[in-house]
């Protein structure tokens, strides 16, 4: 059955997207485990009760953001292809959110969009001293996932950003080694894994379906067979009977008075489940035939 399915092209590319699929699904299900995990066993973190030992790789974050000290963008232009990182990339925003006392820690967002807009807002009235602003008392909501840096992502923004303190005669910050991911929410991650399970699901319900049909077709070919043959009046073959020939009585030669039994291919047995080969009706030309299993399931 497994050289019928796959002898022919078609049964060939059924079998290359069956492969990518179930590849497909297995990798995208693996990618966004880690956090869709640890987000159901641990919770969402409201980012007013976050704190540096609640920096925690694959943590999901929301809540308020009340004050944004710098947009560090600018200090990551050139180093974007060396950090190799899906938080920091060239259609993210970068900024420093204070969570401490003179600490900070990264937060990315996709640019242009309305947490970005909201940010920048929110920015421009801490630098124009307008603590009366709306948009500070009620804060910029967030939707994020923590991740620790593996690299010396925080250290692009630590020396500028105290370079610039110095000469304001402002404090030192600390910029922790850990991001929050606005442009990878966790309602992502989630949205991603479901649909990764849904896939492999289907994948398991579209093979048992396609079983099932083959089951299906090899039954009505074995029942229009045997239809076939008590229309002709003949034995329908059973079981794994192998196949023999037998002589028609009726059908003899006569030679000096001696009756000669001659083959008659009419009352041959077949053997219907291809051991043999043989079938009634078939004759095999010089040179051989393809048969019909080398056709393959799916056909040419």
């Given amino acids: 059955m497994i050289k019928g399915l796959f002898g022919s092209t078609k049964g060939k590319i059924a079998l290359v997207i069956a492969v990518f699929w179930l590849a497909f699904s297995i990798s995208l299900a693996a990618v966004n485990f880690p956090v869709f995990y640890y987000g159901m066993t641990h919770g969402t973190l409201n980012f007013k009760d976050f704190s540096t030992e609640k920096a925690i790789t694959n943590q999901p974050i929301n809540g308020n953001v009340h004050y944004v000290y710098a947009d560090v963008t600018n200090y990551y232009t050139e180093y974007i292809s060396s950090l190799d990182s899906i938080s920091f990339t060239d259609n993210n925003n970068v900024y420093l959110i204070p969570f401490e006392e003179n600490s900070t ?10 947490t970005d807009t909201e940010l920048r807002a929110l920015l421009k009235a801490v630098e124009d001293g307008n603590k009366d602003s709306t948009i500070i008392k009620n804060g910029v909501w967030i939707d994020a996932v923590g991740f620790t ?46 649909f990764a399970v849904f896939l492999f699901i289907a994948f398991f319900v579209t093979v048992i379906l396609v079983i099932r049909r083959i089951k299906a077709v090899i039954l009505a070919d074995e029942r229009t067979v045997r239809e076939s043959y008590i229309a002709a009046n003949r034995t329908p073959p059973t079981g794994n009977a192998p196949a023999k020939a037998s002589h028609n009585p009726n059908a003899v030669m006569r030679s000096n008075n001696e009756e000669i039994k001659t083959f008659d291919s009419s009352t041959r047995n077949v053997d219907y489940y291809n051991q043999g080969e043989i079938s009634y009706g078939k004759f095999q030309t010089q040179g051989g035939s393809q048969s019909d299993d080398d056709a393959g399931f799916f056909g040419e």
């Fill in 149 to 194: 840096t593996k690299s010396h992502e925080h250290s692009l923004a630590q020396d500028p950003i105290n370079d610039i303190n110095k000469k304001d005669h402002k404090k030192s910050i600390t910029v922790c080694r850990y991001v929050i991911d606005c442009s990878h929410p966790y309602s992502g991650y989630t949205f991603r894994f479901s």
């Fill in 105 to 114: 820690v990264m937060l990315t967002v996709r640019k242009n969009s309305k």
